[in-house]
């Protein structure tokens, strides 16, 4: 009996151990890198970190790339909280199916391509020089809120709505009112071309 009561106690500290976060926070900072980012139900939601910190119910994990190649693969069963901090170079990414919950996209010199999940959060984009690409699925809508735009152009569904110095203003695909998903973005930029293209 008394066995069985150790039993039921370790599988149970086990389970608690298991469940010891329900969200996770991934940073990914590159300096002179090209990148690649993909999802996959099988993948780590922490990538493959053993022991991540963990505060409040949320996993705190993050990779770094001073040169060359990388790829990253996201789970997709816990949300997600991304943070991409890239110096230079160029990140493709396909995050179809990441319950993402945040994204946070910073750049200095680099080219930037991804294809966002369905879902409704919010993100905020600084850029200095650049090329920005998004796709989304058909039935999200998104909204762009240019705080500082300097120079370069922004398209949405390859109608350029903004090509001019000192832009500002909230612009926003064709669907965002009426969309089940609606996805926010703030916007920083010094010389970017943003585009985002519903698919």
């Known amino acids: 009996m008394k066995t069985l009561i150790g039993l039921s106690a370790l599988l149970g500290s086990v389970a608690l151990a298991a469940a010891a976060y329900t969200q996770v926070d991934i940073t ?11 999802a996959s139900a099988t993948a780590s939601p922490v990538l493959g970190v053993r022991n991540p910190t963990v505060k409040n119910g949320v996993a705190y994990v993050g990779m770094t790339r001073q040169m060359g190649e990388y790829s990253a693969v996201l789970g997709t069963k816990l949300p997600v909280n991304l943070h991409l901090n890239l110096t230079q170079g160029s990140l493709k990414g396909q995050l179809t199916g990441v319950p993402l919950r945040g994204l946070t996209l910073t750049t200095q010199q680099t080219d ?13 984009l600084k850029t200095q020089q650049g090329e920005v690409q998004l796709r989304v699925p058909a039935g999200t809508g998104v909204q762009f809120t240019l705080q500082k735009f300097s120079m ?48």
């Open 28 to 38: 990914i900072k590159t300096e002179m890198s090209d990148g690649q980012l993909g």
């Open 112 to 124: 930037v391509a991804l294809t966002l999940p369905a879902g409704t959060y919010s993100g905020t």
């Open 152 to 199: 370069g152009s922004l398209s949405i569904n390859n109608k350029t709505v903004v090509d001019t110095m000192e832009a500002s203003g909230t612009y926003a695909t064709p669907n965002f009112e009426a969309a089940k998903n609606k996805i926010r973005l703030t916007v920083t930029s010094d010389q970017t071309d943003l585009s985002v293209v519903n698919q």
